[in-house]
């Protein structure tokens, strides 16, 4: 089992940076694929890329490429959600997850969730 919790999160003028941060417990945490997703108020949760379990490949979804960048550590059990130019529409609380394939963008094959943190971009 994987427990994982992010942080990282908060306000952010547009055209700012942050970074997040996904912590897990569990020993096989380089064994999974981790993705990131975010879910805005009225809308579904929506993928944002994902990195496989050696951090030497990844994937994103068009409306971040170019913009954020995922990578992982696994001595430290931690993966990171670099945003570089955040926009307005950006905004929405943020949930890593755990899968055993790399390449999927759908939420039901992610295993185990964070419980998300919240990230705000002001116009």
């Known amino acids: 089992q994987v427990q994982l919790v992010e942080s990282g999160g908060g306000v952010v003028q547009a055209g700012g940076s942050l970074r997040l941060s996904c912590a897990a417990s569990?020993?096989?945490?380089?064994?999974?694929?981790m993705g990131w997703f975010r879910q805005a108020p009225g809308k579904e949760r929506e993928f944002v890329g994902t990195?496989?379990?050696?951090?030497?490949?990844?994937y994103y979804a068009n409306s971040v490429k170019g913009r954020f960048t995922i990578s992982r550590d696994n001595a430290k059990n931690t993966v990171y959600l670099q945003m570089n130019s955040l926009k307005p529409e950006d905004t929405a609380v943020y949930f890593c997850?755990?899968?055993?394939?790399?390449?999927?963008?759908?939420?039901?094959?992610?295993?185990?969730w964070g419980q998300g943190t919240q990230v705000t971009v002001s116009s």
């Open positions: 569990g020993r096989t945490f380089s064994s999974y694929a």
């Open positions: 997850a755990s899968a055993l394939i790399f390449t999927t963008t759908r939420a039901a094959d992610y295993s185990y």
């Open positions: 990195i496989n379990w050696s951090g030497g490949s990844t």
